[in-house]
Every structure is written in structure tokens, then in C-alpha cells.
């Protein structure tokens, strides 16, 4: 049962959709959400061998604007987005002056003057908030998020599906980059970004055309074999592609090179929010390392579940499921630098039981080239 | 949808009896909340449950769901079909997937549990809840 009142559970416009397709519902950061409709193991199949549409209207848009928007960006986040050209996008990490996770996100450049930043539905406002408190450059931030509704397309076949619907060469559309067009009528954003580990892509639009535009994207793709996706297969799937949920692997106790986001981390761009407790960090001591492991048994590793290294608890297991596509159960965790060796055999404890599991990297799967 | 001859708790496991011996399983609401079963863990032969007590765990791909035994009594027999085959929970929990046979330490311990159309109307309670 859900402990929030009722009346305060937000909706995406595709509520009454996922409902009639009898998706299961679930609440999940104060919206109501499908968390499957036919099944994660199906759902996550169609999205490594076909194609999966999923309703990610719940995610979280702020935009930025004016001559010192790009200031701002730099200063809040921890990648460098002066190297962003205009259509590009880039993973990214919003931080509190202790270099750890308000959020991720990624920052989407529109124009100089114009960034666009796609965050996490439960902390929206809070990413506002933060964003507006470190504005000391006069840029202009606004909280879009009602603006837009989100569709990810997502799969092998995803490419040839979305351009049935649009007169934009998305062959055109490198991945991580942008650009605007129509689909199927309707203006949006068309991103080659996604969640899942595959090709695919996420497109922004007005709400209002919501149930035409997931209408008319499941009847292009029907004979490909596209299916509605819920949250349970974007899990499964984003955990099998190594990439970090926040709340699991990052949140405010979270150092971006702790989750072995290193790669997002500019030091060298000039000062940031944290920036100098990330250089301390990287030039002293990292206290600990986020890893991927693999059971060696039947046993299912699950959040939070305590990771033993010599019998005693070392770490905790920050997301844990059966991996649909590599037919094992994985999972990533925290554990002290000097025992994240890959290979090394670790142990997770499972209602009171340890249960032996290896190191194995990060991402556990990736998707044929 | 719910057999007639057996009996349902509300944690949403079913118990059959016959001559004694209990047949136990998880019940088709129960399933369908818990989505694709990936794992089951169960008793050893021998081990003796507790009514009300937790004897083994149900795992999706989302969740992990314990069973807590409707009788006390001594574990005669596990169904070796889900070690391999836990999907059988979702294709068919009021039969080819029951999960223990019991020696019901007192066959009177089934009187209270509810009949197939009370579990029906609590189920359908609940489904509501889920709806509101």
C-alpha cells in the first residue's frame, strides 16, 4: 500500500494509456508509474533483441539561459560542457560543494545562451532549488519539467521504428547528440541517448501530444515487435549496462570518482562546486570503489544486502537482480579500494547466510558492435 | 479460479489436505503481485514448520517474497520442478507448482483459514486498495 496520500501521486500524461494496457502500477518517487505491463523478463527481451517504448514523462527538465548560462552549468555540475558543441548532450553530475550527487543528469546544449537539463523525477525540485541557490553569474533557470513529456525508444530496432515517424535522417544523429524535428507532427526534441545499454532514443514534446505520439509509435513498431516497457526492465536493464540509479549507486554521500565516474569529473575545467574535495580525493585517498560482481550460486544478491570480504561486512550492495540477458544474477556494490580487485572472490550476506560471489567489471553487458 | 478444496491465508498461500498430508503453494494473487519468479528457496525433508513461521522465499526479478507455512507439521516432500523451472509459479501455482507436502501436526490448524470465495472477496479488497 502506498504510504503517500493518494492526492499527492503525480501522473504523466500517459496515466490512463498504461492503465488501460493493464500495466502494473507502482509509486515510484511520488509518481505513478508502469513497472511492467506483459513482464520484466519479456520487456527486457524486447529491448536487447527488438525494441521497447517506455513513458519516462516522470524525468525532470530545467533549462538555463542567458549570456552567463554556461557559467552556471560549469560551476553546478562536474563535466565540462565548454566542450559541448551546440546538439550535443553529456552525462553529468549536479554537486554539493562536498563533491558528492545532488543528482546526475545529462546537459544538452540547445545554443549558447540555451542548456537544457534532464533530471531525476524525485529530485526536481531540490536539483532547482540548488541550481537557483549557486546562481551568482545572473543566468536564467527555470523548472520546465510540466513543459515536456519523454518517450525513450529503445533496442536494435528503435532507429528504423522512429523513422518511419520523422523526416529527420536519424542515421544523422550521432550518438549523444540532438536535434529537433517532427514526429509524427509533432515537434520535438530527438536525442540519441537511453538507459537501457542499446541504441535507441528520447523524445521531448508538449504533454498534449502524448497519447498520439505512444499510439502512433506502437503501431510503427508493431511489426518489429515493439512492446510497452515498464520500470522493472529499465532496471534490469540499465543494472546489466553498468549505469548508476540515484539512490543506489550515487546520492549525497556519493563522490562521482567513488562510483567510478571519473570520467565525468573535470578537474582540470576550473573551480566547481566540490571541485576541491574531488582533487583531494583523487591525489590522496578514494575511500571506496563502486564494483560489479557476479553470484556464483542460484542465490540473488538485492539492495542494501551487506558484502562480506574475510567474513566481516565490508560494503553494501547498492542494486542486485537476476541479469535477464547474461542468465546469472549481478549486481554492483561499495566496497574498500584495496579489495575491489576484478576476479577477487567476495561474499554477500543473504538473510544471514554468505554467499559467494566474484568481481567482475563494469558493465556486465554490452551490446554487439 | 481459486480450487474449492483448498484453503487460503493471507499472506496468499494455499493448503490442500489429504489424509493428513498437506499440499502448500502460493496462490495465483500472489504471483501475479510478485511478476516473473526466477528463485525459489525451500526446506530441507524433515524440517518441521511452524504455523505462521517464514520456511522458504518466492524471488522475481523485482522482488523477494518470504511463505510463511499455514500449519506446523513436518516437511515430507519438496517439488523439485522449481529448482530448474520457478516459472512454473507464474504458469501454474494451484498445481504443477505447489512448493511443500507437510504432516499436518494438526489437522484441525486448517479450520480458520479462509474458504476459496472468502479468499476471493479478500483479494479482490485488495485489489482495490491497490486502485484507490
Known amino acids: 500500500m502506498t504510504t503517500q496520500a493518494a492526492t499527492e501521486i503525480r501522473k504523466t500524461a500517459l496515466n490512463s494509456a498504461h492503465r488501460r494496457l493493464g500495466a502494473k502500477m507502482v509509486n515510484f518517487g511520488g509518481w505513478d508509474m508502469p513497472l511492467e505491463y506483459t513482464g520484466i523478463l519479456s520487456e527486457h527481451d524486447a529491448v536487447r533483441t527488438r525494441a521497447g517504448l517506455f513513458d519516462v514523462s516522470h524525468m525532470g527538465e530545467i533549462e538555463i539561459r542567458g549570456s552567463a548560462a554556461l557559467e552556471l552549468v560549469q560551476w553546478v555540475t562536474c563535466n565540462d560542457a565548454s566542450k559541448l558543441a551546440i546538439g550535443q548532450a553529456q552525462y553529468s553530475g549536479l554537486m554539493t560543494d562536498a563533491g558528492t550527487f545532488v543528482d546526475d543528469l545529462l546537459v544538452h546544449k540547445i545554443s549558447d545562451t540555451h542548456y537544457l537539463l534532464c533530471v531525476n523525477a524525485a529530485n526536481q525540485e531540490g536539483d532547482f532549488d540548488h541550481i537557483l541557490a549557486h546562481d551568482r553569474f545572473g543566468a536564467k533557470a527555470e523548472n520546465t519539467g510540466s513543459r515536456y513529456s519523454q518517450l525513450a525508444i529503445q533496442g536494435p530496432r528503435a532507429k528504423d521504428i522512429l523513422q518511419r515517424l520523422t523526416p529527420v535522417p536519424l542515421d544523422s544523429i550521432r550518438y549523444y547528440h540532438f536535434t529537433f524535428g517532427d514526429v509524427s507532427g509533432v515537434r520535438c526534441l530527438i536525442a540519441r541517448t537511453g538507459y537501457t545499454g542499446e541504441d535507441g532514443f528520447e523524445i521531448y514534446f508538449d504533454p498534449a501530444f502524448s497519447e498520439k505520439l505512444w499510439a502512433d509509435l506502437l503501431n510503427a513498431g508493431e511489426q518489429d515487435g515493439l512492446i510497452p516497457c515498464g520500470l522493472g526492465a529499465r532496471n534490469t536493464l540499465r543494472l546489466e549496462a553498468g549505469m548508476c540509479l540515484y539512490g543506489h549507486e550515487i546520492d549525497a554521500q556519493t563522490t562521482p570518482l567513488e562510483a567510478g565516474l571519473g570520467w565525468i569529473c573535470k578537474l582540470g575545467k576550473g573551480a566547481f562546486l566540490g571541485s576541491e574535495v574531488l582533487a583531494d580525493q583523487k591525489k590522496n585517498r578514494i575511500p571506496r570503489k563502486l564494483v560489479g560482481f557476479e553470484m556464483l550460486d542460484k542465490r540473488i544478491a538485492r539492495d542494501c544486502y551487506p558484502v562480506l570480504i574475510d567474513g566481516s561486512e565490508a560494503g553494501r550492495v547498492t542494486s542486485g537482480a537476476p541479469s535477464p540477458s547474461l542468465k546469472k544474477n549481478i549486481g554492483m556494490a561499495y566496497v574498500p579500494p584495496e579489495s575491489g580487485t576484478l576476479g577477487a572472490e567476495i561474499a554477500v550476506s543473504i538473510r544471514g547466510q554468505a554467499a559467494p560471489a566474484r568481481i567482475t567489471p563494469i558493465p556486465a553487458y554490452k551490446r554487439p558492435q | ?132
Open chain 2, 1 to 132: 479460479m481459486y480450487p474449492a478444496d483448498y484453503r487460503y491465508t493471507e499472506e496468499h498461500e494455499w493448503i490442500k489436505v489429504d489424509s493428513g498430508v498437506g499440499t502448500v503453494g502460493i496462490t495465483d494473487y500472489a504471483q501475479n503481485e510478485l511478476g516473473d519468479v526466477v528463485f525459489v528457496e525451500l526446506p530441507k525433508v524433515g524440517a518441521q514448520l511452524k504455523t505462521g513461521q517464514s520456511f522458504g522465499t518466492v524471488e522475481s526479478v523485482k522482488a523477494v517474497s518470504e511463505i510463511f507455512s499455514p500449519v506446523s507439521g513436518e516437511v515430507l516432500e519438496i517439488n523439485s520442478l522449481l529448482v530448474d523451472s520457478p516459472e512454473k509459479i507464474n504458469s501454474d501455482p494451484h498445481g504443477a507448482a505447489w512448493l511443500v507436502k507437510v504432516k499436518l501436526a494438526d489437522p484441525r490448524e486448517i479450520d480458520p483459514l479462509m474458504d476459496a470465495a472468502a479468499y476471493q472477496k479478500f483479494t479482490a479488497e485488495k485489489a482495490q486498495e491497490h486502485s484507490a
